[in-house]
Structures are given as structure tokens and as C-alpha cells.
């Protein structure tokens, strides 16, 4: 009996060490199977976020190329596609593991991205907003310059006509001027005749001259058609006086050369 125990001591001895290395093994390798499972999980998360960061390189660069709310918005799903998939392999490593930092690093990176995809959007708003209000700014200048040089042709236009008009009122005020130093010549030299033949006789040699006078004060005159009627009617009945002098100077020549008396004594 005490043999037998010997020998199943004996043979425990040597099978324990073996059973218990096998076991170790068996933890071992399942650690090692769980370990590498987890690696393979990192690294095929790690391979997907990197073929995923170069589409959010490509849509990045189109959004800075051409900030447009439908390349904001590419830029910005792609890139919270990968920061799910580095919160993903955050979550399936464990604290202390390897490559756990670079991971966190990529994700705080990729966190500051996205912040900086939304301030540059905001400046892009607001430079749109000032772009708008300056061609706002520009188009009112354009008309104002518009409305400034359609007004400064109407004054040049406004300027040319009563540059036209003043010439035209000068010319009238020189015919006027020279028509009354005409007829001041006249009166003058009328009353320094020294009686009435002499008088009629000057009278009678100017009326050529006013005639002239009047015709060139009609146009002058246009604005005061009742002086023109006055001057015109004065001019005829001057024009009749004459006229009838000249008829009774004519009659008194007539007579005297008929008388046979007066003939006689002149002889």
C-alpha cells in the first residue's frame, strides 16, 4: 500500500509540472490570441483612418481652393468619419498601450481640425458679408457717378444755351444802344438847326438811316411788340410830314414860277 503511494506520488510529481505548464501555455497563447486580435483591430482601424485621412486631405484642399457650403460640409463629414473611427480604437485599447498616445494625439489633431474648418467658415461669412456690402457700396458710386454726369451734361447743356441766349441779348442790347445814340445824334442835331426849313430839311435826309434803325430794333425789340407799334407809327407819320412839306414846298415853287409878275421882275 504504501508502495502504491509512492508510485502515484511519484507519478503526480511529474505530471503536475506538465499540466501546469500546459496551462500556462494555454493562458499564454490565449492572452497572446487576444493581444494580437487587439493589435490587428488598431492597425486595421489605423490602416482605414489613414486611407480615410487622404480623403479629407483632398476635401480640405477643394474647401480652401473654394469655400463653398457643399465643400464645408465634405470636408467636415469626412473628417468626423475618422475622428469616429480614432474614438473607436481609443475605446478598444487598453490605458498604457502601445501606440495609445500617437492615437490620442491624431484625435485631438483631427479635433482641431474640425474647429478650424468652422472658424474658417465663419471668416468666409463674414468676408462674403463685406464682399456684398462693398459691391453694394460700388454699384451705389457707379450710379451716384451716373446720376453726377448725366446732371453735369444738363448744366453744360443749360450753360451753352444761356451762353447762346446772353450773346443773342447782347447782340439786341448793341442794337439798341446803337439806335438810341443814332437818335440822340438825331435830336441833337435837329434842335441846333436854326429854323424849320433847316430842321425838316436835316429831318428829311436821316429818315433812310431810321428806317434802318427801326428794322434793326424789330428783332431787338420782339419782347415789346407795343413799343415796335409805337416807334413804327412815329417813323410813319414823321415819313407823312416830310412828305406833305415837300407837297406844299413843291405847290409854293409851282405858284411862284406861274405868277407873270414874279416872272417879269426876275427877269
Known sequence: MLARFRIQTKVLIFIVPFIVSIVAVGITGLYATDTLRGRMTVSNNIVQSLSGFKEVSAAMTDFLANATVERRDLAAEKLNEQISILSNTMSDLKPGAAGRDTIEASLATSQDIA????????????????????????????????????????????????????????????????????????????????????KFDYLASQMTGLRNQQHALVDSLSNQPALNRTLSATIDTLSQIIAMRRQVGDLRRCDFRCRPGTLGHIR
Open 115 to 198: 474647429e478650424s474648418i468652422k472658424q474658417l467658415w465663419s471668416e468666409q461669412e463674414h468676408k462674403t458679408a463685406v464682399v456684398v456690402q462693398l459691391r453694394t457700396q460700388l454699384d451705389g458710386i457707379t450710379s451716384l457717378q451716373k446720376r453726377i454726369g448725366a446732371e453735369t451734361e444738363t448744366l453744360a447743356a443749360q450753360f451753352t444755351r444761356k451762353e447762346f441766349d446772353t450773346k443773342i441779348v447782347l447782340r439786341q442790347a448793341n442794337r439798341v444802344a446803337k439806335a438810341a445814340g443814332f437818335l440822340d445824334s438825331l435830336v441833337s442835331a435837329f434842335q441846333t438847326r436854326p429854323d424849320g426849313n433847316a
